[in-house]
């Protein structure tokens, strides 16, 4: 094991222990939220970021997996048994994923961007309108299995975990050299042996079955959700690249950091402003884009790499006096 | 003929015909965002708030001084043109020519800058669902027709068609810029092939200034032209952004008189899906057809777009 | 049987025939080059070998099988790879991930897929660049990695488009040493060059195209002495 391993490990242990020395509500919530976002972000950046498939509705895969565990529970299962929507969830998502997939992968272009925007749109209607089944816009309310915000950090610790070691496998695989390749330049890629729309797909799949298993967390967690809520463009949606971005797409790492100052950050404005705080996030998306394109983590990782060739460039000149 | 049956015909010509005015403005919007998408390569996803930014400016402008909306249009239209192009010059041309992993980075600029548009408009003026009452709101036209034996009536919504009116004004005078004067061709040039064009010594980059522009000020007349017909609230922008790239695609990416089709054909939707099969589901008409034309006709309606 | 067979492929974009009723068999171990003045059609030929284009009409046979309409995926997997004219590496990855991305083509795991990459490399002499970035490489070494990505994909037959254009005379012999080691180890190769001398030396045969129909087609000498060929490449009118 090396030396990166050891620490990615005693830091999750450290994480695992953390509610037995603090029980503070509402530090555990801010945790759980953070790390439900370190689980949104890494399942957007996969798709996004490693694989360069950009999604504009990824609420679409958050509110079908939050609705899945809502319908479970609103048609008779008890809340202790409506964790199994977080696979259920997952599955549904990616179910509807490989729809939308299959057809706009088949085309370059911004049609699966627009397409997946489409999709979340379509499904909150479907769910304002189909009232028997989802509540309409009243939503859905049931009271959650746990009381105590340990149970639930443990179990969203668990997934942000899972979702981690899985993506960081996928990309160390022929998976994940795939997707690169694809996000580098399609007709390389395809010219070189690669099913461009079958891996998209694939990367699709992993990134909406972690989004529906959020979305069922969410449910499971907060006990409420409306459409307006879990199929939220602006909340949902444009914050998950907002988180990947800020980090730094195609990072491992970035999403955590990402997620860390969102959820930091929007505390902080939710204090100060009534409505309307999302105007700061609007600017904080800009001021990346034009400032930081590589997020925080890419850009700390270019200043290093840029570093070592610096240091290997007079080590050079060195050598050549 | 039975009454029934000219009832039918009665509700028929009724919703086509609102469906086509609706058309005429969503036309407009259309012509916009596919003038952008033709020289810039990029969805405006902003589009929607640049519209709601118009209908407020008309609402104010209505408030404060009494300026009549079509009349506002005089000052709408400059004021959003010069918001384009700073949008273009100071927010969106420096990231084209920057590096990033994230394919469609401008894009995603375009969203981050309809979130700020959005929620500025909220800080400003609150949540609160506000209208235009201009005395002519509710003003209609009617227009009988003998059918069979029966009489056909048929009501046309005054604004709805002087709206529609304007559009099609509109519309005609950015074909004949387009076709006639050489900033319209150089435009067209640049939108073809920028690099061939700039080696032709067009200032490619001043053609996108003038571009976004030209779309900010057009979807600008579409807000003003619905601010009499309609709420105007912050959130407002999101479902006509949607709309915007539906008559885009179906149009085909960056197609100018697709996106006049594109925009009809969204209208005639809405208007007969609400109707004839479910009021809640209005807003996701555009999108069956959009998923539709992804399947079948990938290059939109008149099969001329790109699909690359 | 012919390794790989043109009969009567014809290409039309709208209203322009870019190439027309081209015919012409590639027999395994052969060099052939494909000549042609610019805009001849040579490179469409290439995207409708490798399936990036469907031909309008005719059909194209490798090892005896039909290969027209099918996605470039599936020819590069029957063993048929190709560079770029365009040179199209994937920038934000090393060469030896670039060379790993298409060793994948013939391995799931890992570590053979850097074996593969690692020998690829080294057959191309690119061992010193392994660990640049491949988007920040000079036009040589990125010429030369899409020759080591498409042999990593262990290839039957080699497509090379304009391998030596912009090349350094050093380049240029070094390359030309690459290549003939590429055939020597069984790979077939059709290339496409406008270095003349390049093209004479290591072709067998050559094939020379204009308007995207063959005019000449023989040794290097018959093709050269061909009055035609002449004229297209100086450009008389067509009669």
Redesign the interface.
């Known amino acids: 094991m090396n030396r990166k391993a050891i620490f990615a490990a005693a830091g999750l242990a450290l994480l695992a222990v953390f509610p037995l020395a603090v029980q503070n509500p509402y530090v555990l919530h801010l945790l759980i939220m953070t790390l439900l976002w370190v689980l949104l972000g890494q399942a957007w950046n996969l798709l996004g970021g490693f694989t360069g498939q950009i999604s504009y509705g990824h609420a679409a895969f958050f509110g079908v997996g939050a609705y899945t565990t809502g319908i479970l529970v609103k048609s008779g299962l008890s809340p202790a048994a409506a964790w199994s929507g977080l696979l259920l969830g997952g599955l549904m998502a990616a179910l509807i994923a490989s729809v939308i997939g299959w057809i706009c992968f088949r085309l370059r272009g911004p049609y699966f961007s627009l397409s997946v925007l489409a999709l979340a749109e379509v499904l909150r209607l479907v769910a304002v309108n189909w009232k028997q089944l989802t509540n309409g816009a009243e939503g859905i309310l049931y009271i959650p299995a746990f009381r105590s915000k340990a149970h639930y950090y443990w179990i969203i610790l668990a997934i942000a975990a899972l979702a981690f070691v899985v993506i960081r496998a996928v990309m160390r695989s022929k998976l994940g050299f795939y997707f690169l390749s694809i996000r580098e330049d399609q007709d390389a890629a395809e010219s070189l042996g690669i099913d461009a729309t079958k891996y998209k797909l694939y990367s699709l799949l992993i990134s909406a079955f972690f989004t529906g298993a959020a979305g069922s967390f969410y449910m499971n967690y907060l006990g409420f959700i409306d459409p307006g809520i879990v199929f939220s463009i602006a909340d949902i949606s444009i914050m998950m690249i907002l988180v990947t971005i800020l980090g730094g797409a195609a990072t491992l790492a970035g999403p955590i950091v990402g997620a860390v100052i969102y959820i930091l950050v929007s505390e902080f404005f939710r204090v100060w402003f009534k409505s309307g705080h999302l105007i700061f996030f609007g600017i904080l998306i800009i001021v990346i884009i034009i400032f930081f394109p590589s997020g925080i983590v890419g850009t700390i990782k270019e200043r290093r790499a840029g570093r070592k060739l610096r240091r290997a460039g007079a080590a050079r000149e060195s050598a050549a006096a | 003929m039975s009454p029934q049956l000219a009832g039918q015909i009665e509700l028929l010509g009724q919703v086509l015909i609102s469906g086509i005015l609706l058309g005429g403005l969503y036309a407009l919007i259309g012509l916009g965002m596919s003038l952008i998408m033709g020289v810039m390569k990029i969805i405006n996803l902003a589009h929607g708030e640049l519209m709601m930014v118009a209908m407020y400016m008309t609402y104010w402008a209505f408030t404060l001084w009494h300026v009549d909306p079509y009349v506002s249009l005089l000052i709408v239209c400059p004021l959003m043109f010069l918001l384009g192009v700073a949008i273009q010059k100071f927010l969106i041309t420096p990231v084209m020519e920057a590096e990033s992993i994230l394919p469609q980075n401008q894009v995603l600029l375009t969203v981050g800058i309809g979130l700020v548009l959005a929620n500025l408009a909220l800080l400003l003026f609150t949540a609160n669902y506000r209208s235009v009452p201009v005395s002519y709101a509710s003003k209609t036209i009617y227009w009988d027709l003998k059918l069979g034996g029966q009489t056909i009536s048929l009501s046309i919504s005054y604004p709805f068609l002087t709206a529609f009116g304007i559009a099609v004004l509109l519309g005609a005078a950015l074909f004949l810029f387009l076709g006639m004067t050489d900033l319209g061709r150089m435009i067209r040039a640049t939108a073809q092939d920028k690099r061939a064009a700039a080696l032709m010594g067009i200032n490619t980059r001043k053609i996108t200034y003038i571009t976004f522009g030209i779309g900010a000020a057009l979807v600008g007349a579409a807000g003003a032209l619905l601010d009499p017909v309609y709420y105007l609230y912050p959130q407002i922008g999101g479902p006509f952004t949607n709309k915007a790239f539906v008559i885009t695609i179906l149009g085909g990416l960056g197609n100018i008189p697709g996106a006049v089709l594109g925009g009809l054909v969204l209208g005639l939707a809405e208007s007969l899906g609400s109707v004839y099969v479910s009021l809640g589901y209005k807003d996701a008409f555009g999108f069956i057809i959009f998923v539709l034309v992804l399947i079948f006709l990938p290059r939109g309606l008149l099969g001329k777009g790109r699909a690359q | 049987m012919s390794l790989l067979e043109l009969n009567d492929v014809s290409k039309r974009f709208g209203g322009l025939m870019a190439v027309g009723r081209m015919t012409f068999r590639l027999e395994k171990g052969e060099i052939l080059g494909l000549i042609g003045p610019n805009g001849a059609g040579k490179t469409t030929i290439f995207n409708l070998i ?1 399936g ?1 284009y469907a031909p309008t009409e005719g059909t194209i046979t490798f090892r005896g099988e039909r290969i027209d309409g099918l ?4 020819v ?2 029957k063993g048929l ?2 560079t ?1 004219q365009v040179v ?6 090393t060469v030896l ?1 670039n060379v ?3 060793a ?2 013939r ?4 570590e053979e ?1 850097r074996r593969i990459a690692l020998e690829a490399t080294a057959f191309t002499e690119m061992e010193q660049w392994r660990d640049r970035l491949a988007g920040g490489l000079p036009l040589g070494m990125r010429k030369r990695l899409e020759m080591a ?2 042999l990593a ?1 262990r290839p039957e037959l080699l497509l090379l488009d304009e391998n030596f254009a912009g090349l350094n005379p050093a380049e240029v012999e070094k390359t030309i040493e690459i290549v003939k080691k590429i055939h020597g180890s069984g790979v077939t190769i059709l290339i496409i060059e406008h270095n003349m001398r390049v093209i004479m030396s290591i072709s067998h045969r050559l094939v020379c195209i204009s308007y995207g129909e063959k005019i000449a087609e023989g040794t290097p000498r018959e093709v050269a002495d061909n009055q035609q060929v002449i004229d297209a490449y100086l450009g008389v009118a067509r009669a």
């Open positions: 490798n990036y996605k470039p995926h599936v590069c997997i790879a190709r770029f199209k590496p994937l920038a934000r990855l991930e790993m991305a298409s994948f083509c391995t799931d795991h890992r897929a990505r498409a994909t």
